[in-house]
């Protein structure tokens, strides 16, 4: 029976897989609070304990979320190098649907929502952070941006052509209930497409020890981690069909037009070296679905 350390408060410990509700859980990293589990059934990856929605909620509209969150980034770099990442994710949904109302799940500053206006998408976003959502409505111009968790916010019967999540799935306590809301949300042969790092990556640490290793507990906001079968097994438990899944780089862009055209560069021969086990070369899981 696994036990909660006492000294570690708004944490739930998990004793079923979120995903399959197996118990087969294996530790896989020996830090004193929190860990990484892996379910022997369906193979997902997951922190546990887990911070509790309440945690989350405190974690994700705290003060200063813009100098220490995902916005830092933003700022760090480049735009033009920041909206090539996500003009390839457009072009990939482009092959799916052209037009319609999309969400984006997750839409943080809303980088992707202007691009799928400007593709001419009408535009829908949600964010936990109102910080964020400000910023989106003003950048993205969408038509409305959603605050709060996904299953908590009222859409008034809308549906959506199209809903992604660009690196946000991993971050939810809920990936089961989750993709069944998407599966609400979405039109009849409307497009689901999710994007999560791949940890099958090869690296010489994975990526679930560097988090464990290199970041304080309320730093942790990967909570779950996917293998394009363990995503794709995901999808299917909630009754989706699954359309792709694709191996991509996610890399953050560089700061520095030198250093990106290496990367243009270096892109093509890795994927000559990686042909046929994708999985091994490769930083994300990008999977379409439908309902």
Not at 99 to 110: K, S
Not at 125 to 141: L, P, W
Not at 161 to 178: A, G, K, N, R, Y
């Amino acid at each position: 029976m696994l036990s909660t350390p006492t000294e570690l408060k708004g944490y739930e410990q998990i004793a079923r897989c979120k995903i399959c509700a197996s118990d087969r859980l294996v530790p896989l990293t020996q830090a004193p609070l929190v860990n990484y589990y892996q379910c022997e059934d369906c193979a997902v990856i997951f922190l546990n304990p887990q911070p509790t929605v309440e945690t989350l909620k405190q974690q994700y509209t705290r003060q200063g979320l813009l100098d220490t969150g995902p916005a830092r980034a933003w700022f760090d770099h480049a735009n033009f190098h920041l909206k090539e990442i996500y003009r390839t994710r457009l072009r990939n949904v482009l092959r799916y649907k052209a037009q319609g109302d999309l969400l984006d799940v997750g839409c943080g500053m809303g980088d992707f929502c202007g691009l799928a206006k400007e593709a001419g998408f009408r535009v829908f976003g949600t964010e936990f952070s109102d910080q964020y959502a400000d910023i989106a409505k003003r950048r993205a111009g969408a038509e409305h941006i959603y605050v709060g968790r996904l299953q908590e916010i009222d859409f008034k019967n809308k549906t959506f052509d199209v809903i992604s999540l660009w690196h946000v799935f991993e971050h939810l306590p809920d990936p089961l209930p989750t993709l069944l809301s998407l599966k609400g949300l979405v039109k009849p042969g409307g497009l689901i497409s999710i994007e999560v790092p791949n940890v099958e990556q090869n690296r010489k640490r994975l990526m679930y020890q560097v988090d464990i290793e290199d970041y304080p507990i309320d730093r942790l906001e990967h909570l779950f981690y996917y293998s394009g079968r363990a995503l794709q097994f995901a999808c299917e438990q909630a009754g989706l069909k699954v359309l792709a899944v694709n191996f991509v780089d996610a890399h953050q862009p560089a700061k520095h037009m030198l250093t990106h055209i290496r990367r243009k560069i270096k892109r093509p021969t890795k994927q000559l070296l990686y042909i046929g086990r994708q999985n091994r070369g490769f930083s994300a899981v990008r999977i379409f679905a439908t309902a």
